[in-house]
């Protein structure tokens, strides 16, 4: 499994280097979602998520590629299986974090809600 997740995160470099932030993200996602208990992917995954948003530098360009990541992720993982899903999390926090730097009210207010619901704060 730490090879196919090791994978994963080279295709989200290699879709990086060529421009395409959203496959990318998608890769690096995916290698989370894959394998959620391989903490060195893991950890790996979640840094090349949040520098590939970083270096994006359009908040609203950001906020509305994890809007698509998290509807394709919501999906493909069932209704009583998402509280246990990091990548979901790790998604919905960077969205969270996106949508206020936007300053995209209307939809923080809509999403944040029934997100705390199945993943309140971190302490």
Do not use: C
């Not at 998608?26 to 989370?32: E, L, N, R, S």
């Not at 908040?59 to 979901?88: C, F, I, Q, Y």
């Amino acid at each position: 499994p730490d090879l196919a997740a090791e994978l994963k995160v080279s295709q989200g470099r290699m879709w990086e280097a060529d421009g395409d932030a959203a496959k990318a993200l998608q890769a690096y996602v995916q290698a989370v979602a894959s394998f959620p208990n391989d903490g060195h992917v893991t950890s790996m995954a979640v840094s090349s998520i949040t520098s590939t948003l970083e270096k994006m530098k359009d908040n609203r360009k950001a906020a509305e590629t994890l809007k698509g990541l998290w509807n394709t992720m919501m999906n493909s993982v069932p209704s009583g299986k998402r509280d246990k899903h990091e990548a979901l999390r790790i998604v919905g926090e960077r969205l969270i974090h996106y949508l206020k730097a936007a300053g995209m009210k209307r939809d923080l207010a809509a999403f944040e809600p029934a997100f705390r619901q199945v993943f309140p704060p971190s302490r």
